[in-house]
């Protein structure tokens, strides 16, 4: 159920591999270095998910503007950002997604629903491209719809077992953007082009584009085959402690926060 995996957590920082050679441009970019999502300092509570049944019978999933039509049968069907879902039905308030691209196993999504029909809970696990596998909880409460699946639903809390580490890199007029534990990485420069973004995660056709917005902050543009999809801004704390990245999907009036902390 994640939006594309590259930024709620795209930011990349200098895991202290910046070169000697480069110490002033370090020190003109505050947000250099390696910093880690901090989940409890951050606010999901706008993003929402809906179910709906469309009129051939098919079930529709849209979240952060994007959706996606499948049938509860277990097999292989396009959904967001080139990926693939197939949805199986454990039980009655129980369902099964296997997330796919290009044929590969991403991630494995269980999606529990409350004996009251008011609480749906997305649990996520999937391996880690450099190796272990990542675990993350999703609670979402109704908004609206049937005691069942049908409806709209807002994110109530998140919890992840191991908060995402990203690397933001000064490179020659811009940065190079790093999530290790996905193999993610983007060299971009701060002039509002379009560059891709590589990773054996990644969608396809995924690019970034930054700008410089002042002395401690950047926007960022994240587009699919051109299409933009997500808009961003950067900003670090006057001390330097912390990462705060806002924003939400372009065309959709919810917003997040998320807070990172320097490692």
């Not at 505050?30 to 910093?35: E, F, M, V």
């Not at 996606?68 to 129980?94: H, M």
């Not at 919890?159 to 534990?181: C, H, K, M, Q």
Request: net charge positive; glycine share 10%.
């Amino acid at each position: 159920m994640r939006r594309t995996l590259i930024v709620a957590a795209v930011v990349c920082s200098a895991s202290g591999i910046v070169a000697s050679t480069q110490p002033d441009r370090a020190a003109d970019l505050p947000y250099a270095g390696k910093w880690k999502l901090n989940v409890a300092k951050s606010d999901f509570g706008e993003t929402t998910v809906r179910f709906a049944q469309t009129a051939s019978g098919q079930m529709q999933f849209t979240t952060s503007g994007q959706s996606y039509t499948y049938q509860v049968d277990g097999k292989d069907y396009p959904s967001l950002f080139g990926r693939t879902s197939a949805w199986k039905q454990i039980d009655a308030n129980t369902w099964e997604i296997a997330v796919k691209q290009n044929g590969k196993l991403l991630s494995t999504e269980t999606v529990r629903l409350s004996a009251d029909g008011k609480t749906l809970t997305i649990h996520e696990t999937g391996p880690k491209p450099a190796g272990g596998t990542f675990e993350q909880t999703a609670v979402y409460e109704r908004v609206s719809g049937d005691p069942g699946l049908m409806g709209t639903w807002k994110t109530k809390n998140l919890t992840t077992s191991a908060p995402t580490i990203v690397e933001l890199i000064p490179s020659t007029d811009g940065l190079t953007i790093r999530i290790p534990d996905f193999q993610i990485s983007c060299a971009a420069k701060f002039d509002g082009q379009d560059y891709p973004a590589t990773g054996p995660t990644v969608p396809p056709g995924l690019t970034l584009a930054i700008q410089k917005t002042g002395p401690r902050s950047f926007d960022m543009t994240e587009k699919q085959n051109g299409k933009p999809i997500f808009k961003l801004s950067f900003t670090v704390s006057d001390d330097g402690k912390t990462l705060t990245e806002t924003g939400g999907a372009i065309g959709v009036s919810e917003k997040f926060k998320a807070v990172y902390d320097r490692q």
